[in-house]
Structures are given as structure tokens and as C-alpha cells.
């Protein structure tokens, strides 16, 4: 998802019998369907879970911005540049709620800023991919937007406090960054014969991507485990693929595009659709960095920390006048 | 999203006025009152340079969609509030971007909820 492969402790979930009496109290209020505030007493392991994960989730909403930023000022019509701004303007925000709410965790934004930019800390895998035409505008929004939401919805049950007022915030935000995309591949699917095959062209390519968002399976693993225990992670990533893939293949008929899997198929017994699983090696070699644009997305950021370090200390520093002045003028 | 003020790591290197938070814009929170809201009510935090970042920043943030007519934004004990003349240049750039709010689309219903 938005943060992939996260690890916790290692360690199996234990028991509320071998916890101190602090550790039962914190573990039976999320059990209870409590809220943990910053304040609150919490395991390190649970804090410094959140923090890689909210901050990879933070991350990955920057990061984001960039596929779509690179179409801004080439949408085909006054409104719909309007409307792709509005949208990555959003992202910004998104990621400023999470990194506020990661703060509360005792980490500063600047440090995973920074660790960010040193690859220390991840973003998803899916804005490594490019977005070669118009059409892929319609497709983030359609899939890896939608996929997002899968993920954040039942995310604003999530025991930490801090994290699940943002995702409420974000949930409200998501379904119109949905609806574009979906509203593009519309015109597209039903334009010209190439308007036709350049948004057939976008769901090619970010199908499969848009399935590995949600991670490899994690049914046996016991960092899987130990997040769900804390609530901190609500559903496995083969349920949540299960459930992406259920409401997106009917939306591809309807567009009257084909879904790239020709094992793709509804299943009467199940209710379900049965798929091809993505392949799970490109995953792994996009995340250690050589996806096609790992290396732009990040000298692109690291630009733009550079660049931007004069506002940032400029700023500051006229604020700290300001502050003279009017003292002095007391 | 409440502030690391609150946090009670006091001994992690992000402690409140802690060495790591020195080249960083001061934390605020911001709080806002919406349209037939009788009180400003907490809606998160962000980085400002000043006060006066701070409440541009909290509109740009937090005021997307008409979510409030006023704001204020609080550092450590002082409280900043926006000015009401300043409402129709805030609020003015949100009016005229309906297509913000998912109902300007229009998703045929066989296509299901969305
Ligand atoms: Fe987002
Ligand atoms: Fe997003
Ligand atoms: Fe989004």
C-alpha cells in the first residue's frame, strides 16, 4: 500500500497474560476498539512502527505529487488543469496531516525529510512508474487512487489517534481524486479510436503495478501479526487486493477495456474474481530502487529540499526580526 | 494531529525545543470555525515560519472546500486569529472549484458506488 512492507518487532504477538500490567492495560483498550493519544503509555515497538509507517505513508503522498505534477501543464483543457491541480494540491496536504501525525511521535519532520532523501525511508512502489500520456492521469486516479482508498478507509479505525483523525480528513478528500481519474478514462474509453488505445495503453501498464501496491501476501507473516493486533494495520493485503480487484474489473467492462490478465475471471461459487498475481520480483527490485524512475522521483525531491533551503532560512530569519522589532518597540 | 508538544518523549531527539527542532519552522495548531459553527474547533497542525504563515498555510491546508470562515493558529502559549476582512480573498479561490467536491462528477450508475 502507501506503506509497504513494514516491520515490527519480529516477534510473535504475545499474550495479554505475558504482558506487564501497563502493556495489558494499553493492548485491552484497542482490543476494546479504544483510542491510543500521544500522551498515552505505548510499547516502543508500537511507536516506532507508526512512525515508519505513517512516515512512509506521508512519503509516498509527496513522492506522488511528481507523476501527476508532470502533466499539469499540459492537461488538454483549462478545467482539467484545474481540476489535476486541485488534486495533487490535495496530496500536499495529505502528506502534511501525516507527517503531523507522525510528529506526535516524537520524530521531527525535517529528519524524515531527510531520511527520505537519503533512501533511508521508502514511499510506494507505484510512483516509481512513469506517466507517459494523458490518459495515465485517468488510470492514478482510477487505480492507484482507488486502490489507496481500500487501504485508508478502513484505516480511520486504526488504534492511534493522531493517525486516524488524518485519515478521516484524507477518506473525505479521496473520492473526487477517484472520480476524475475515472471521469478521464471515461472520455477516453468512448473518444476516438486512439483516444481509445492510449487509455487502454495506461491500464496495460498500471494494472499490475496497482495490484502490488497492496504488498506480497502476508498471511504467514508475523510483522503482519503484530500490526494487526495493535490496529495499527486492519485487513491482510490479499484481502484488500481481493476486494480492489472485485470492484475494478466490472469498472474496466463497463469502459469496455481489458483488464491485462487473461486469467482474469468472475467465479459464480465464490463471488469473486479470480486473478494473476503481479510479479512479485519486479516488486522487490522497484523497491531496492530500480524501478523505472526511483532515481528521478528522488533527485527531483532532493531539488526541491536544495533549492527551497533560502525560503526556509529566510524566513525564519524575518520572522526572527520581526519578533526583535517588536519587543524593541515595547 | 496534536502537537509533539504534548508528546511525553522528552528525551528522543524531537523533544519540544529540542536540538533537532531548531532549524525548523515552529510548530502551530489550527484551529477553525466553520460556517455555522459556534466555536473554533481543532482541525490539526502545520510548520510556519510566523504567524502570518501560519494562518496562509492553515488556509491553503485546511480550508479547501469551505471548510471554515475563520481561523486561528496557536504557537506554544500565544494565539494568532485571521482577520475577518481577509475572509473574501481566503475564501474566494475555493468558491470557484467545485469540481473539488466528488458530486461535480457524474458516474453513471452502472458503474456502481464510487
Ligand atoms: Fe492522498
Ligand atoms: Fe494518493
Ligand atoms: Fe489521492
Known sequence: MYAQMIKSTGEGV???????????????????GGKIEPKDWMPEGYRKNLIRQIGQHAHSEIVGQLPEGNWITRAPTLERKAILLAKVQDEAGHGLYL????????????????DLLSGKMKYSS???????????????????????????????????????RAMVRICKEESFHQRQGFDIMMKMAKGTEAQRKMAQDALNRFWYPSLM???????????????MAWKIKMNSNDELRQKFVDQTAPQAEYLGLTVPDENLKFNEETGHYEFSEPDWDEFFDVLKGNGPCNTERLEARNRAWDEGRWVREGLLAHAEKKRKTAIAAE | MSSPESSPYSDTDAAPH????????????????????????????????????????????????????????????????????????LYEPANDKVYRHPTFFDIPDEVGAM
Open chain 1, 126 to 164: 507505484i510512483f516509481n512508474y512513469p506517466t507517459l500520456t494523458w490518459a495515465d492521469m485517468g488510470a492514478v486516479g482510477w487505480l492507484v487512487d482507488g486502490a489507496a482508498i481500500m487501504n485508508q478507509v478502513p484505516l480511520q479505525r486504526t488504534s492511534y489517534g493522531p493517525y486516524a
Open chain 2, 18 to 89: 529540542g536540538k533537532a527542532r531548531a532549524t525548523e519552522w515552529p510548530l502551530w495548531e489550527i484551529f477553525i470555525r466553520g460556517q455555522h459553527g459556534l466555536s473554533h474547533r481543532h482541525v490539526g497542525s502545520l510548520h510556519a515560519a510566523d504567524a502570518e504563515g501560519a494562518i496562509k498555510n492553515a488556509r491553503d491546508v485546511y480550508t479547501r472546500r469551505n471548510e471554515g470562515v475563520s481561523i486561528w493558529a496557536v504557537p506554544a502559549s500565544a494565539i494568532a486569529a485571521s482577520s475577518p476582512e481577509e475572509k473574501g480573498a
Open chain 1, 99 to 114: 507527517y503531523c501525525a507522525a510528529e506526535t511521535l516524537g520524530v521531527t519532520r525535517d529528519q524524515m525529510t531527510r
Open chain 1, 213 to 227: 501496491m497492496f504488498g506480497p501476501s502476508d498471511a504467514e507473516s508475523v510483522h503482519s501479526a503484530q500490526s
Open chain 1, 14 to 32: 504475545k499474550s495479554l497474560d505475558d504482558m506487564e500490567p501497563e502493556e495489558r492495560a494499553f493492548q485491552e483498550r484497542i482490543n476494546a
